[in-house]
Nanobody, 124 residues
Framework: QVQLVESGGGLVQAGGSLRLSCAASGRTFSTYAMGWFRQAPGKEREFVAG????????NYLVSVKDRFTISRDNAKNTVYLQMNSLKPEDTAVYHC?????????????????WGQGTQVTVSS
């Protein structure tokens, strides 16, 4: 069992930055691929970024690839999402998730554990 707790969301103006963190419980964090997803009101949950168990491979939604960076610190059981040049369309609840299936990192159904989410609001 893994518990995930996100933090770092908030209200920011367009062009600003935020850094999301996701702290995981347990001693098996390094066995999971990790992902960040977001869900805006009235929309489906959307893959944002994913990172392999060792951090050697990363995958991004095309629209965030040059603005967001996912990273992890296995010693601290934490995954991060650095978000720069934020746009109003980035407004959503951001969730982190853990998956055993590294090759399906973009697929929500591949994830076994989810955090409750943190709200990110970008004003224009």
């Amino acid at each position: 069992q893994v518990q995930l707790v996100e933090s770092g969301g908030g209200l920011v103006q367009a062009g600003g930055s935020l850094r999301l963190s996701c702290a995981a419980s347990g001693r098996t964090f390094s066995t999971y691929a990790m992902g960040w997803f977001r869900q805006a009101p009235g929309k489906e949950r959307e893959f944002v970024a994913g990172i392999s168990r060792t951090g050697g491979a990363r995958n991004y939604l095309v629209s965030v690839k040059d603005r967001f960076t996912i990273s992890r610190d296995n010693a601290k059981n934490t995954v991060y999402l650095q978000m720069n040049s934020l746009k109003p369309e980035d407004t959503a609840v951001y969730h982190c998730a853990a998956s055993y299936i590294e090759s399906w990192i973009r697929v929500p159904l591949a994830y076994d554990y989810w955090g409750q989410g943190t709200q990110v609001t970008v004003s224009s």
